[in-house]
């Protein structure tokens, strides 16, 4: 079904170009929750949590945490071989 820009397929919304309606949004937010970082990145929680031991900063305010995408990408980079 076409909405506009949109299409629904299965649950999902879809741009134009067939990529995640959610998927786009995520990749243009800079804080995200641990949820949404580990879609970003494509990693499970468990594998997050590993990240944060070997240095990934999360920022946590009143029990909330976000994670920048700058932070993320950057430790990506670091820890690049």
Known sequence: MKLGLFSYKSGSLFNCDGGSVLAYQIHTKEWMNIKEACN?????FNTFMKYREMGLKVSEIG???????????NFLKRNSH
């Open 63 to 73: 029990g909330i945490k976000r994670v920048s995408k700058a932070e993320i990408d």
């Open 40 to 44: 970003y990145i494509d990693v499970s």
